[in-house]
């Protein structure tokens, strides 16, 4: 009871915190756990073939290679090494340039961090994946092929996407910095927070990239011959395109593997004994009573590095938005953007909204 801080609080205050618990303990039973115990059960015995070359009792033999020896045929791996490429521009925006722009704009004082958080919310609030790589390889796809002669697709896709997630990586990864630098004692730089927020920041960066499907699925398909393929692309084009259902069950469950990079995140808050405080007060951090030439300085390049990211963004994201103001006709037989939005935006924003809330409402609790 004492190590969950219960010693000393009312029988209804623990009984409320359990209770605001139970949404989210459901969503992920229902959606996450229950469904990966369920693929696990009904695939080993297909997968075990990889292994003992045998059928499932009861079942006939099926030609060819199945399980992870048929996801190792299909080039899992190399998706997986693609998928590690993409990575450049994304790491680069969250390890190296957002601790910069975070401990400017905190050595600046509250006008720096302004302008960090709300210029830099400009590439998140814009950011669609969908309608950025489709506008992208509507208005940038031949350009871009003699810009980048002699990398073909892979470049493209590299590129494409390293440059369109460049602004929304480091806006994400400023505000965790910024968060890390916030601290009740006055003092230095809290170099073990400011740390961790750096190694979450990669860990997401990577994560994010080993899951893409967006962006080769939308600009090239996977092709040509695989070369711009992504582990989940994989699952998909294997189990939906040929039906390989065993050979996509294998490349979802190496794929599952991945899983050791959100418990290393964990490892690292649990082990650090990070967490979120609230300040009782308002205050404006460590802002310093006058204008040092040191904060004139953090300021002027606080507005540098933020001007530096919108210009990358923007032209990244320059084909959509263009896209968005221009208003073109839609083709004969398009749906009507009331179908579009009722598909796409709303069931988002339902499972957003709802997710969201049963997780406030477990940290609550």
């Not at 969250?94 to 720096?112: E, K, M, Q, S």
């Not at 400011?194 to 990239?209: D, S």
Request: with cysteine.
């Amino acid at each position: 009871a004492r190590a969950f801080g219960w010693v000393g609080r009312p029988g209804w205050e623990v009984l409320l915190g359990l209770a605001l618990l139970v949404p989210a303990v459901i969503f992920l039973i229902g959606s996450y756990l229950g469904p990966t115990v369920w693929m696990v059960r009904t695939g080993a015995p297909r997968l075990a073939r990889a292994v003992s070359g045998a059928s499932p009792p009861g079942e006939p033999a099926e030609p060819g290679r199945t399980g992870f020896a048929a996801a190792v045929d299909e080039g899992f791996l190399g998706t997986v090494g693609f998928a590690l490429s993409l990575v450049g521009w994304p790491l680069l925006a969250a390890v190296v340039l957002a601790p910069l722009i975070a401990y400017c704009a905190h050595r600046a004082g509250f006008p720096g961090r302004m302008l960090a958080t709300v210029g830099l919310a400009l590439p998140v609030v814009a950011f669609a994946p969908t309608a950025v790589a489709s506008a992208w390889r509507t208005d940038r796809g031949g350009a871009l092929t003699g810009a980048l002669a002699g990398v073909g697709a892979t470049g493209e896709v590299r590129a494409a996407y390293g440059l369109t997630t460049f602004g929304v990586t480091c806006a994400v990864a400023v505000l965790l910095h910024l968060a890390a630098l916030r601290r009740r004692d006055a003092g230095g730089v809290p170099w073990r927070s400011f740390g961790l927020a750096t190694a979450v920041a990669a860990l997401a960066t990577v994560a994010a990239a080993l899951q893409e499907f967006t962006y080769p699925f939308v600009l090239t398909g996977g092709g040509p011959d695989r070369a711009t393929a992504t582990p989940l692309l994989a699952v998909f084009t294997t189990g939906l395109g040929p039906a390989v259902l065993p050979a996509a069950g294998a490349c979802a469950m190496l794929l599952g593997l991945l899983a050791a990079l959100g418990l290393g995140a964990t490892v690292l808050l649990l082990r650090t004994g990070a967490r979120l405080e609230v300040d009782p007060t308002l205050r404006s951090g460590d802002d310093q009573p006058g204008w040092d030439t040191g904060r004139v300085l953090a300021a002027l390049a606080t507005k540098v590095l933020v001007t530096v990211v919108l210009a990358v963004a923007g032209y990244a994201l320059w084909p959509w938005l263009a896209a968005l103001v221009a208003g073109t006709a839609p083709p004969p037989g398009a749906v009507s953007d009331a179908t579009m939005f009722a598909n796409t935006w709303l069931p988002s924003l339902a499972g957003t909204v709802i997710g969201v809330g049963a997780a406030a409402a477990a940290g609550y609790g």
